[in-house]
Nanobody, 124 residues
């Protein structure tokens, strides 16, 4: 089992920045990927960014490229999402996700574990 706890959400004005954090604990795996997804009311959960500690690098949704940055700490037990130039339409609950393997999957299905989510609200 892997436990994920997100933090860092909040209210920000359009054009502002937020940094989300996700702390992972529990069973250790040698090959794994962590990602960020978001879900707005009435919409499906969508991929935002992902990072692999097994040579898979990073991946971003086209809508956030150049504005969001995903990173992880050296101990590989936390992942961060720096979000700049936020837009009102990016208001959503942001979820941290974990999957075994090196593939940075851009869809929710392959991820094995999920956090509870943190609310991000961008005002216009």
């Amino acid at each position: 089992q892997v436990q994920l706890v997100e933090s860092g959400g909040g209210l920000v004005q359009a054009g502002g920045s937020l940094r989300l954090s996700c702390a992972a604990s529990g069973r250790a795996f040698s090959t794994y990927t962590m990602g960020w997804f978001r879900q707005a009311p009435g919409k499906e959960r969508e991929f935002v960014a992902g990072i692999s500690w097994s040579g898979g690098g990073t991946s971003y949704a086209d809508s956030v490229k150049g504005r969001f940055t995903i990173s992880g700490d050296n101990a590989m037990n936390a992942v961060y999402l720096q979000m700049n130039s936020l837009k009102p339409e990016e208001t959503a609950v942001y979820y941290c996700a974990f999957r075994r393997g090196a593939w940075v999957a851009p869809v929710a299905g392959p991820y094995d574990y999920w956090g509870q989510g943190t609310q991000v609200t961008v005002s216009s």
